[in-house]
C-alpha cells in the first residue's frame, strides 16, 4: 500500500470538522478587526525565499524543477507571496491594506509534536501603516482567537520584544547589517540549542566574547524598567515598547502580554515589534508568532512599505485545545435521515428528501434497504435531530412518519404538507 509522505496528514471527517471550526474561528477573529481575505498559488519561483542570512526556512524548502527547467518551491510561509502580490499593485491598493490568508504552508522539518511538513498557517497582515497602532491590533486579533475558543490568559501568554532593542545594542558594539540579521537568526535558537554551540555560532560570525555577554545579558530581561536602565529612556527601542504597551492596556488585555528581550524570532525580515505566544506551561512549541517588517519590499526589488503581521499554525494549537479539552463535539451536521422501510419506497424517499431539502434543511437519505434500528443507531452517530420515515401503510394515506430525536415524539404528516 502507498503510504503518505512522512510529516503530512489526511483529514479524515471527524478531523476534517474540527479543522473547519478552527478555519471558521480564524475567520470569524478576522472578519471581526475589518480584514479582507486573499490567496496566492502553492508554488512560487524558488527565488522568493532565497535569502542569503542563513535562516532554517531557507533550507527547509520543497524545491524542485519544473518540466521546463525552472526553478519553483512550495511554499514554506505566505509573507514572500503577500509582498510579492503587494508590490505588483503598490501603486493602486488602498492603503492600509488588512489583510488574511489560511495557507498551507510547506517545510522540509524534522518532524515532531506540533510540527510537521506541512501545516496550514493563518496570516494576518496589516500593510501601509508606521503606526504602533497596526502592531496592538493584531495582538488584539490574536487574543480576540483564543478566547473564542475558551482559552484565557491563564493558558497563555503573549511574549513582545523589538528587534530594536538587539539593534541598539549591537550598533553601539559596531555590528549593524547582516552581522545583525545573522546575530537575531541565531539567538532565535537559544532555547532549542546549547549555549555553547549559540556563542560557537555568535563567535563564528564574528563576535568577540564581550559583545558576546552584553546580548546575553540584554536578552534575560523580562520587564521594561529594567530594559531602560539599560538602555537609557531616550532608546527608541524602549519608547516604542511602552507605546505598544500602554495601547494594549486601552484594549483591556494586559494580563495576556509580557514584555520578554529573549523574543527575536527566526526570519531574517523583522524590523521592529517581535511577538510570539507560548503555553503558560512551556509545553508546546510557539502557539504563533509575527512582528514588523518594513524592509522586506526592498530585499525583493522594490519599494519599501510598512508591514506587520503574524502566522499561526494550526497544529500546536490543535494540541493545546485537545490538552484542556476544549474541542468541541461536533457531528456531521444533517438535520433529517430520511429512510424507506421497503425497496419499492425509495424513490418516495428520495422525492421527501428533496422537498425538506428545498425547505433549507440538510437530508442525508438512507441510500440501501436498511432496517430502522439501523437507521435510529446512524442517525445518533451523525447527531440528527429527525428520524423521517416513509412506510407502506402510511404512505397508502399520504402520510410519512417523523420521530423527533431529542424529545422522542413521533407525528404523522401529510406529504402535500411538507
Ligand atoms: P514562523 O514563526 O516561521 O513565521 O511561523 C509562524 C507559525 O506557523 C508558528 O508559530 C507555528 O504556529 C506555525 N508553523 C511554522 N512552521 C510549522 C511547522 N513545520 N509545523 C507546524 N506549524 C508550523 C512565519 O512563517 C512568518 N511568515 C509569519 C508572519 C506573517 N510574519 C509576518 N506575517
Known amino acids: 500500500m502507498v503510504e503518505r509522505p512522512r510529516g503530512t496528514r489526511d483529514f479524515y471527517p ?7 471550526w478552527l478555519f471558521d474561528k480564524f475567520h470569524a477573529a478576522s472578519k471581526a478587526h475589518g ?33 521546463g527547467g525552472r526553478k519553483v518551491s512550495l511554499r514554506p510561509e505566505m509573507t514572500p507571496s503577500l509582498a510579492r502580490m503587494v508590490m505588483a499593485q ?52 490574536m487574543v480576540h482567537f483564543f478566547k473564542s475558543v475558551g482559552l484565557n490568559s491563564e493558558d497563555l501568554v503573549i511574549k513582545i520584544s523589538s528587534r530594536k532593542v538587539l539593534e541598539e545594542v549591537l550598533g553601539a558594539l559596531g555590528i549593524d547589517g547582516n552581522g545583525f540579521t545573522q546575530t537575531c537568526i541565531i539567538v532565535d535558537k537559544m532555547d532549542k540549542l546549547p549555549a555553547e554551540v549559540i556563542e560557537n555560532q555568535l563567535t563564528e ?22 530594559l531602560e536602565e539599560s538602555l537609557g529612556e531616550q532608546s527608541s527601542a524602549v519608547l516604542e515598547l511602552r507605546e505598544l504597551f500602554s495601547m494594549l492596556e486601552s484594549y483591556n488585555i494586559r494580563e495576556w502580554i509580557e514584555f520578554d528581550a529573549s523574543i527575536v524570532r527566526g526570519l531574517a525580515y523583522y524590523t521592529g515589534s517581535v511577538f510570539e505566544a507560548h503555553d503558560r506551561k512551556g509545553e508546546l512549541r510557539a502557539i504563533c508568532g509575527g512582528g514588523r517588517y518594513d524592509r522586506l519590499l526592498s530585499s525583493l526589488g522594490g519599494n519599501d512599505l510598512p508591514a506587520s503581521g503574524f502566522g499561526f499554525g494550526d497544529m500546536v494549537i490543535m494540541e493545546l485545545l ?10 456531521s451536521g444533517s438535520q433529517d435521515v430520511v429512510i424507506s422501510l421497503g425497496e419499492e419506497l425509495r424513490p418516495e424517499a428520495m422525492s421527501v428528501a428533496s422537498k425538506l431539502r428545498e425547505k433549507g434543511r440538510s437530508v442525508d437519505v438512507v441510500l440501501d434497504d436498511k432496517k430502522l434500528k439501523w437507521a435510529f443507531r446512524h442517525a445518533d452517530r451523525i447527531g440528527a435531530s429527525r428520524l423521517v420515515m416513509i412506510m407502506p401503510e402510511e404512505w397508502k394515506d399520504g402520510k410519512i412518519k417523523i420521530k423527533d430525536l ?9 406529504v402535500s404538507s411538507l
Not at 490568508?101 to 501545516?119: A, D, L, V
Request: aromatic share 10%; charged share 30%; net charge negative.
Open 406 to 414: 431529542e424529545t422522542g415524539q413521533d407525528d404523522e404528516i401529510l
Open 322 to 331: 485537545t490538552d484542556r479539552g476544549l474541542l468541541p463535539d461536533i457531528t
Open 90 to 141: 503598490a501603486k493602486t491598493l488602498p492603503l492600509p491594506l488588512k489583510w488574511y490568508s489560511i495557507p498551507q504552508c510547506w517545510r522540509y522539518e524534522r518532524t515532531q509534536r506540533g510540527r510537521g511538513r506541512e501545516h496550514y498557517q493563518w496570516n494576518v497582515d496589516i500593510w501601509g501603516t508606521e503606526s504602533i497602532s497596526a502592531d496592538a491590533e493584531l495582538i488584539s486579533i
Open 205 to 226: 560570525i564574528g563576535l568577540d566574547s564581550s559583545s558576546i555577554t552584553t546580548i546575553q545579558t540584554i536578552l534575560g530581561i523580562k520587564e521594561l524598567d529594567k
Open 14 to 20: 471527524n478531523e476534517m470538522r474540527l479543522r473547519s
Open 35 to 67: 480584514f479582507e481575505e486573499y490567496d496566492s498559488p502553492i508554488l512560487e519561483y524558488e527565488e522568493l525565499y532565497t535569502r542569503k542570512q542563513g535562516e532554517e526556512i531557507t533550507q527547509q524548502l520543497f524545491n524542485f524543477e519544473d518540466k
